[in-house]
């Protein structure tokens, strides 16, 4: 799996970045897979080509993405943001 990760302070547009960028895919790409959301953050997981990209607007904490590597099955992107330091970068270079 590659991962991609929107890296950035809080509140400095990553998460709407990422939800620009599903309302883009769903009008190019077919829609495999979506979360009901955890309060404003959600996740879609897309066919591209006969690839899977997933991108999951979440990612303040080491614990989210885990949990959302593990709520996603198998894909071939991962896309997600990330602060600049802390658990989440960690736990996307565990997974790297």
Do not use: P
């Amino acid at each position: 799996m590659k991962i991609i990760a929107l890296q950035g302070k809080e509140n400095c547009g990553k998460t709407a970045t990422l939800k620009l960028l599903i309302g883009l895919m769903k009008s190019k790409y077919n829609v495999i897979e979506k979360s009901n959301g955890r309060g404003f953050d959600y996740w879609v997981k897309f066919d591209v080509n006969g690839k899977t990209a997933a991108i999951y607007t979440a990612g303040d904490l080491g614990s989210i993405i885990e949990n959302a590597l593990k709520d996603i099955s198998e894909c071939d992107l991962f896309v997600c943001a990330v602060h600049t330091f802390g658990d989440t970068v960690k736990c996307l270079y565990e997974h790297a």
